[in-house]
Every structure is written in C-alpha cells, then in structure tokens.
C-alpha cells in the first residue's frame, strides 16, 4: 500500500510492474487475506501500526479482482487505464512530437519487442504492453533464480530505457511540465 503510493507518485513503470506482482500474490493466497497478511504483508512490515491499513488495501484489492471477474488472469481496470494512457503518450512522443530521445530509445527496443511478441502469446499487445510483459517476466525469472543470458539482458535493458523515458515524460506530463506544442 505504502510502496504502491510511492511508486505510483514517483514512477508509474514501476507501480504497474509492482500492481501486476500485488494481483499475483492475490491469486496466489487464493484470495484470502488474513493469510496475504500473514504471509506476506507482516514478515515484511518492520512495523506493524500499518497492518490495519494493509489489510484494507488488499480487501479493497481483492473486490476489485472479484468483480471484475479477473480472478484467474488479467489486470486492474485501474492500471489498465495507466497502461492505456502511456500507449496514447508513446504515440504522441512517436508520432505528434516526434521527441528525438524517445524515438531513439523506441527504435532500440522495439527491434526486441518485436521479437519477443513473435515467441510469445501476447500478439495482440501494443508495444508499452509487451514491454511491461517482458519486464514483468524478467522479474518471476529474478524471484525463481532462473538464469538470464546476456543477449536476454540486452533486450531488457532496452525496454526498460525506453520504459524509463516514458515513465519521466508520463510524471512531467502529469505535473502539466511537457509542452506537447513546442517539443
């Protein structure tokens, strides 16, 4: 909760990516959270004057989940309406104002992101969406202390540059500091 509020405030990347792994854990523990908290919540809490806080944020989360029937797979309507508004910036960076850095970092990435939506089955993802997903893969394969190669390496850096980017254009366009006009 506490982290979700800071990564949403200081890096949004970073908050879906922490979102996706929250609604795992939710699945994982089948829902329940007395045992989210025990499991999960309070073997990482230093403190434990949160807990109540904690356990209402994760019951909100899990009737989020129920009712919107996402219990097996998919993501919060909440971050997809996030993801939703990165592809729009994406497109404008790309497409409206052709912002150089970004074009750039894109060419990079996408070359990678268009081969991991061959390998995979997430051909109907936008490019932000396949990025996220690669990203987000990257991480299980840190938790189970799989190894990663180091062409594999390659490509995930340049998705999280890109990632990156789109992230501190998304907090400036937010805090109303990016001029689409005068790019």
Avoid: C
Wanted: net charge negative; hydrophobic share 40%; no cysteine.
């Amino acid at each position: 909760m506490q982290i979700a509020k800071q990564k949403l405030n200081e890096n949004i990347a970073e908050y879906i990516l922490y979102m996706y792994q929250i609604e795992d854990v939710i699945r994982a523990y089948q829902f329940d959270v007395d045992t989210i908290i025990e499991r999960y919540v309070e073997p990482q809490m230093p403190d434990s004057s949160f807990i109540n806080q904690y356990r209402s944020w994760y019951k909100d989360l899990v009737n989020q989940m129920k009712m919107q029937k996402i219990e097996k797979s998919g993501h919060l309507i909440s971050t997809q309406e996030i993801l939703l508004e990165l592809s729009y910036l994406h497109n404008t960076l790309l497409n409206m104002t052709k912002d150089e850095k970004y074009v750039g970092v894109f060419e990079i990435a996408n070359k990678y992101l268009e081969e991991f939506k061959e390998k995979s089955n997430l051909k109907e993802k936008n490019s932000i969406e396949l990025a996220f997903h690669a990203m987000y893969m990257k991480l299980l394969l840190k938790l189970q202390g799989k190894e990663i190669s180091a062409e594999t390496e390659e490509a995930f850096d340049a998705m999280r540059m890109m990632l990156a980017y789109l992230s501190k254009s998304y907090h400036r366009m937010k805090a109303g500091d990016l001029d689409f006009l005068n790019n």
